[in-house]
């Protein structure tokens, strides 16, 4: 190994040999090779394995309590602060260990498609295959732009996976960490080889960043019709975003962080980072063909001899990844910006299996599904999460929102009323009993029912109410059997449909109390009935 003078000086570390700078994927891939990091798939792509954390680790999120963060930041087990001189510490450490390796990758781009507000950003790597990511997951520089001369400081992210840290001296819960300096724009990423740890840091400085400046920022997915209509699709990972946002009739803005500016609708990212669990040309074919050369497949099982990836495999976990760069799906909006969205659908995957398939939500109940965010943790997304669990994620992303949720609902309110924004709820979990008896609704419904909403056919569709939730579900959709639609039908019991229904909502009330400063109309027009 080099042996290199230490230093925490990051521009030193920058123009040191071992330090390689915004190389190209084709060099990247060989890289990867060299260093034996990754294999290379039938179909040009890079499958890389995380080890013993395949998904993101919430518990080991951090944010420095600094003056500038003190009094903005919603501290809690979301939030969770650490102070600077532990952050310093860690920070010497992380750095000494980047010197002592004998290669590091660099990326140099942005976060943020709108010109006006992007956010420069630099992504230090350990790993060749984790620069591949960043490569193909943010914005990438094109000739005529001034990445150094931006007028804003970077972000700068420092990942050294095989760095731990030790919990006695350096005030963490165990050896893996991911903490956000907003003072000194910093990310210290460590113990960890989850990819995704990256990509949403990033998101998360952004939500910090986006309100300051009257900008939305949103955990969704954008789309654009034939006519230039805007639909967002807002859900937790694996409720859908993407695989319903890849529609061929329409044309992709990106798969899961938006912001919503006075301009429109940009994205935030350069790239989508698919699950692929199950995937297949037959139900998600952009999704895979996107699948090629550069490319980033994450704890996805090869065949041993023709190298060809087995998406029905969950022996490693259940949320094997996909990263490519936007470009690699043919029907996109390129540069990633549009105008003010017509629709917003919210995703939810039920694992009590009682919400309707599709609602049409009044402004009262859009607030209050926003705030709420019910969905269900999918295996893998997590550690420790092994089956379906119900959880409430406020905005339907409160893994990633450093500032108070209302926030954001608030602006999510003043932008839908000032531009007359549809709102529905879709729910893409169970049907016919809750999880383990019910069955998982079928994708073929869901895009069906998602295309009529998005085509304006259920805006005078007659409708029932659900009487516990006030939810209004339209009988007739085109593609979808009539009984699907009223989830008491589907269940082979009423009563039982009835139990379990009243048990989500008491949760939903439970859940919302936590809420003191919302508008009360909201709270009595917006929940269940109970």
């Known amino acids: 190994m080099n042996t290199i003078r230490k230093t925490t000086d990051l521009h030193e570390l920058l123009t040191k040999d071992h330090v390689h700078r915004n190389l190209s994927v084709p060099k990247l891939v060989e890289k990867i090779l060299e260093r034996n990091e990754g294999t290379l798939t039938s179909s040009g792509a890079i499958k890389a394995e995380t080890g013993t954390y395949t998904g993101r680790s919430p518990k080991d999120k951090y944010t420095v309590n600094e003056p500038a963060t003190k009094e903005l930041v919603d501290w809690g087990p979301v939030n969770q602060p650490i102070s600077v001189e532990a952050f310093d510490r860690l920070y010497t450490k992380v750095m000494n260990h980047l010197q002592d390796l004998d290669e590091v990758f660099v990326f140099e781009g942005f976060a943020g498609a709108d010109e006006s507000s992007r956010l420069p950003i630099r992504v230090v790597n350990q790993r060749a295959w984790h620069n591949l990511f960043a490569h193909q997951l943010f914005i990438r520089p094109t000739e005529g732009d001034q990445w150094e001369s931006s007028m804003e400081q970077p972000f700068t992210v420092l990942s050294a996976p095989s760095f731990k840290a030790d919990p006695k001296t350096d005030g963490t819960r165990s050896e893996t960490f991911i903490i956000v300096s907003f003072e000194k724009r910093t990310i210290l990423i460590g113990g960890t080889e989850y990819a995704g740890e990256m990509k949403k840091s990033i998101f998360s400085v952004m939500n910090y960043i986006l309100p300051q400046k ?29 695989t319903l946002s890849a529609d061929a009739d329409r044309r992709l803005i990106g798969d899961d962080e938006h912001g919503w500016s006075d301009n429109g609708v940009f994205n935030i990212e350069g790239g989508c980072y698919a699950k692929c669990i199950q995937l ?30 087995d998406y029905n495999d969950s022996s490693l976990t259940e949320n094997t990844r996909a990263a ?9 909006v390129d540069p990633s910006l549009a105008g003010h969205p017509n629709t917003i659908v919210f995703l939810t995957a039920d694992a009590f299996g009682v919400l309707p398939p599709i609602s049409k939500l009044t402004k009262e109940q859009a607030m209050y599904h926003f705030l709420s965010g019910y969905t269900s943790k999918l295996a893998g997304t997590e550690r420790g ?10 905005c339907f992303g409160s893994p990633f929102l450093p500032l108070r949720p209302t926030v954001y609902a608030e602006m999510l309110g003043r932008k839908m ?35 009529a909403a998005l085509q304006g056919e259920l805006t005078n569709a007659e409708t029932s109410q659900n009487g516990l939730f006030g939810l209004e ?10 009984d699907v639609l009223v989830p008491r039908f589907a269940w082979p019991s009423e009563k039982a449909y009835e139990e379990k229904a009243l048990e989500l909502a008491i949760k939903f009330k439970e859940n919302f109390k936590k809420f003191t400063n919302v508008d009360e109309k909201i709270v009595k027009l917006g929940g269940p009935k109970v």
């Open 473 to 482: 579900t339209p009988l007739h959709v085109p593609g979808v059997p009539d």
């Open 280 to 309: 297949s040309r037959e139900k998600e074919p952009q999704i895979f063909d996107a699948i090629r050369f550069g490319s980033v497949l994450e704890n996805v099982v090869l065949d041993p001899d023709t190298k060809v990836a």
């Open 417 to 451: 009323e000032e531009h007359d924004v549809q709102v529905f709820l879709v729910n893409t979990g169970w049907t016919g009993g809750a999880y383990g008896t019910g069955t998982r609704m079928k994708l073929a419904y869901t895009r069906a029912m998602v295309r």
């Open 214 to 242: 009257d900008i939305l920022p949103m955990h969704c997915s954008a789309n654009v019709g034939p006519e230039g209509d805007v639909a967002l699709f807002f859900g937790l990972s694996g409720t859908g975003k993407t």
């Open 324 to 332: 490519y760069p936007i470009q690699a799906i043919s029907n996109i």
């Open 385 to 394: 999460i092994t089956e379906p669990e119900a959880t409430f994620s406020t």
